[in-house]
T-cell receptor, first 110, second 113 residues
Framework: GENVEQHPSTLSVQEGDSAVIKCTYS??????FPWYKQELGKRPQLIID?????GEKKDQRIAVTLNKTAKHFSLHITETQPEDSAVYFC?????????FGKGTTLSVSS | DAGITQSPRYKITETGRQVTLMCHQT?????MFWYRQDLGHGLRLIYY???????DKGEVPDGYVVSRSKTENFPLTLESATRSQTSVYFC????????????FGQGTRLTVV
């Protein structure tokens, strides 16, 4: 079945720095690539998504890039803040369900 | 946030017992999903459903049973609980299943002793 590799598994940055999380996949049929944020003890929530007809999408301090040829997509967070500390999951559409990466724990220290 | 709710929030059960986790959504979303979350494994798909009376297996279906007699409910049953099924279970729903956001419930923490 479809597999999504997510790196790194943990990421520690200083407040104000940028953070980048990368995911690679194998199924070229995927056309939808969302990113979810999960705060401690909470449910995963969508923060940004990208579709295969778009190479980059931005929403304030977060951006996602997609390279379908190389089969990877990345989440970029600029000017990180302590409230960005959470687990981030990449995902892709596989048929009618989302398949998730294993997650990246981002810690932002002030 | 009240659109999709799970119950119970916490459950402790013994090995071999049957346990059912409930999921209810008020949006009339067609698609519903069950995931389990374990450290080091992320979110893994157990079962999903495209509509009432239509269900299909995900990545890790063994030991689980689902049903969907009504659009709004999607219960997950562990027929004979094992310690390896100790996990946090999330139910999710989406409007059309493809290329759209999935909305998650608040999760059920299940411990099998």
């Amino acid at each position: 079945g479809e597999n999504v590799e997510q790196h790194p598994s943990t990421l520690s940055v200083q407040e104000g720095d940028s953070a980048v999380i990368k995911c690679t996949y194998s199924d070229s049929a995927s056309n939808y690539f969302p990113w979810y944020k999960q705060e401690l003890g909470k449910r995963p929530q969508l923060i940004i998504d990208i579709r295969s007809n778009v190479g980059e999408k931005k929403d304030q301090r977060i951006a996602v890039t997609l390279n379908k040829t190389a089969k990877h997509f990345s989440l970029h967070i600029t000017e990180t803040q302590p409230e960005d500390s959470a687990v981030y999951f990449c995902a892709l559409q596989a048929g009618t369900a989302l398949i998730f990466g294993k997650g990246t724990t981002l810690s932002v220290s002030s | 946030d009240a659109g999709i709710t799970q119950s119970p929030r916490y459950k402790i059960t013994e090995t071999g017992r049957q346990v059912t986790l409930m999921c209810h959504q008020t949006w009339s979303h067609s698609y519903m999903f069950w995931y389990r979350q374990d450290l080091g494994h992320g979110l893994r798909l157990i079962y999903y459903s495209a509509a009432a009376d239509i269900t299909d297996k995900g990545e890790v279906p063994d030991g689980y049973v689902v049903s969907r007699s009504k659009t709004e409910n999607f219960p997950l049953t562990l027929e004979s609980a094992t310690r390896s099924q100790t996990s946090v279970y999330f139910c999710a729903s989406s409007v059309i299943g493809e290329n759209t956001e999935a909305f998650f419930g608040q999760g059920t923490r299940l411990t099998v002793v």
